[in-house]
């Protein structure tokens, strides 16, 4: 059985807030601080008086994001190479927390990035869609990356023996956030997370509970 490597799309492969902002901007009227806090705390409306965006409205506005502004999405640098490289000794699944709805213009997005692999569809925590991939694919070492704290805690309860890595690639994002406790290294570049992750591969052995 090969390694498995389980990954996180929106600022892990593809950049997401950058655009996020810039769509905003231009069709909303919203300034959105990248790095400031949550989602909810960084949108301001410009029209008077300037009114912080409500939760329940950050989430509208992140469906009317995805799928139809998705080709405004970058590729993060090397992500496309590193797993290429990655793929000629493990399975890659790409787990991204979009509803199925968005399935088919994810693939169609990755695939015109040159990252051809499984796109699985998730809501909610990653814990249990981790551990039920792990087991589908018998793989006797796993890695799992994404950039939100919440996820890689919630692998840990359900699927502790997967190694955890936590990146935010995007640049003006990553310096507000700290490492996510429950990950076992923080790495936001793909040609040093590639090291990271074939040396895992290479040991063979389950992360330690």
Known sequence: MKPLLITDCD??????????RDWLDEAHDIDFAIGS???ATSMTRRTAPATPVETA????MLDGFFPH??????LVPHAAETLA???????????TNLTDACHAARVDQLAAFGIPHRVVCNQGGKGQPVAA?????????AVFVDDLAVHHDSVARHAPGVHRLHM???????PAV????????????????????????????????
């Open 168 to 174: 935010i690639s995007e640049p003006e994002l990553a």
């Open 69 to 74: 502004q998705m080709p405004r999405q970058t």
């Open 85 to 95: 490289a990655l793929a000629d000794r493990a399975d890659i699944v790409i787990l």
């Open 178 to 209: 700290p490492p996510a406790p429950a990950a076992h290294a923080r790495i936001d570049d793909w040609r040093e997370a590639g090291d990271w992750i074939a040396a895992r591969f290479a040991a063979g052995q389950p992360a330690a509970a």
């Open 57 to 60: 409205e950050m989430w509208a």
């Open 133 to 141: 991939l792990v087991a589908e694919y018998g793989a006797p070492v």
């Open 37 to 39: 806090g949550d989602f």
């Open 11 to 20: 600022e892990v492969l593809v950049h997401m807030v950058r655009h996020f």
